[in-house]
């Protein structure tokens, strides 16, 4: 009987592999782990995806954009020359870099002239620290013109502004040299005509507009900009930066502030990958004796390494006096102590706490 019992077992067995009806349950478990190793798949490309979005980024710019930006930012390209005449060449590794000075300079050029300074920022970067210092010159501070003998019909002593007028960058970065004592490594001319459509490629950019905005007086040009908007466009901004019936030192402010939101509108993802053709639009507008390589690993630092700088500003202190015409008498002791200020900036041997590094507009406790 037993063995009767066991035979009927194994036939019962047998007959059970034949007709596959233990197969269900090996199909169901294989599912389940390919459906685990897919979820797996998806976590871990997630996971890498979140922690590797700055690689991934970083090697897009370096195999992508940089490449292609390099040959656009080349036609920037217009270097200085020295007392001799001779042509200088202040491009350094950025990796290297110990603080470096750069004279930011907005335009109003038209056509084949040079045009007006409107904007003079006398800028020491710090890349190590990323700290900068911004210091206003107002444009119609009264000053030498260093070169001005030269051209004819040039005045020596002036408004700063008609520096670039008489003689482009060169003798804008001659003159801010001397009026400051502090030497000038880079510049870059960005005209403001040009400006509009930089922004609008940009997607507009961040204000901190809370009030109307609006020229009064009939002799100005006419510029109105609402307040509290979100994002504001390149026409919009542009009269931001020129809007000057309250006071330069507002004006000035400003034009630091519209520096600023451009460089955090241009961290964005859509705007890196459209990088060429913001390039492209700046290129005509913008000159510079920054070598391509450097202003890439400017941009590199600033967008994926270190982010958006600690900046500190001041704007030089003066008053307002009518003679042939308004200018901006600046105060002798204000200049010297920002001439102090530049150069412990520009020392590397300066630690780092022991920079002034409140975002503010009184770096030298100055309103």
Known sequence: FV???????????????RTGKKKPKKQSN????????????ILVAGISSFVFHK???????????????????????????????????????????PPFSLLLLGTDQRHNENGLSDSIIYTVVRP???KVLFVSIPRDSYTKIVGAENVKGARNNTKISAAHSYGGAQMSVDTV??????????????????????????????LPITKLIENKNPA????????????????????YVRYREDSDFKRTERQRIFLKAVLERMKNISNIANINQIMG???????????????????KKVIFETGTPLITTHMLQGTDKRTDQWYYIL?????????????????PDTAASELISEDSDDALQNN
Do not use: C
């Not at 509009?196 to 940009?202: C, S």
């Not at 290129?283 to 400017?298: G, P, V």
């Open 128 to 130: 190590k620290d990323n």
């Open 55 to 97: 690689e991934l980024l970083m090697f897009g710019f370096d195999h992508v954009v940089a490449p292609t930006v390099e040959g656009t930012l080349k036609n920037s390209y217009v270097p200085l020359k020295d007392n001799n005449g001779e042509i200088t060449d202040a491009s350094t590794n950025l990796d290297q870099s």
């Open 281 to 299: 639009l700046a290129s005509d507008n913008f000159k510079t004796n920054m070598k391509a390589d450097f202003m890439l690993d400017l941009a």
């Open 220 to 239: 100005h040009e006419k510029l109105r900009v609402e307040p509290n908007k979100p994002i504001y466009s390149g026409k919009e901004a542009l009269m």
């Open 3 to 17: 063995q009767k019992m066991k035979r009927n077992n194994v036939a019962q067995s047998s007959s059970l592999q």
């Open 331 to 347: 105060d002798e002791e204000d200049v010297r102590d920002t001439h102090q200020l530049i150069e412990v900036w520009l020392d």
């Open 30 to 41: 294989r599912k389940k782990k390919i459906g685990l190793s897919i979820l797996a798949f």
């Open 177 to 206: 040299e001397e009026l400051l004592d502090a030497p000038i490594d880079y510049y870059a001319t960005i005209n403001f005509n040009g400006l509009v459509e930089v922004v609008d490629a940009l997607g507009g950019v961040e």
